[in-house]
Nanobody, 125 residues
Framework: QVQLVESGGGLVQAGGSLRLSCAAS????????MGWFRQAPGKEREFVAR????????YYADSVKGRFTISRDNAKNTVYLQMNSLKPEDTAVYYCAASLRSSNYVQRPYEYDYWGQGTQVTVSS
């Protein structure tokens, strides 16, 4: 078991930045692939980014590539999502998630075993 708690969401103007954090407790953090997803009202939850167990390998959705950066600090049991050049279409509830899958190539919600409660990000135009 692992518990995930996101923080860092808020209201920001277009072009601004936010840094989300997700603190994990419970099972050894480094055993999980960590991902970020988001869900806008009326839309399905979508993949944003993921980091391998060591953090050396990362992968991004095309919509955020070059603007968002995922990183993790296994000593602090925390994964981060640095979001720059934010756009109104980035407005959503952002969730961190943990996967025990053996492959690093996990982008679908069903491939993740544990989820945080979400944090709201609102980007005004």
């Amino acid at each position: 078991q692992v518990q995930l708690v996101e923080s860092g969401g808020g209201l920001v103007q277009a072009g601004g930045s936010l840094r989300l954090s997700c603190a994990a407790s419970g099972r050894t953090f480094s055993t999980f692939i960590m991902g970020w997803f988001r869900q806008a009202p009326g839309k399905e939850r979508e993949f944003v980014a993921r980091a391998s167990r060591s953090g050396a390998s990362t992968y991004y959705a095309d919509s955020v590539k070059g603007r968002f950066t995922i990183s993790r600090d296994n000593a602090k049991n925390t994964v981060y999502l640095q979001m720059n050049s934010l756009k109104p279409e980035d407005t959503a509830v952002y969730y961190c998630a943990a996967s025990l899958r053996s492959s690093n190539y996990v982008q679908r919600p069903y491939e993740y075993d544990y989820w945080g409660q979400g944090t709201q990000v609102t980007v005004s135009s």
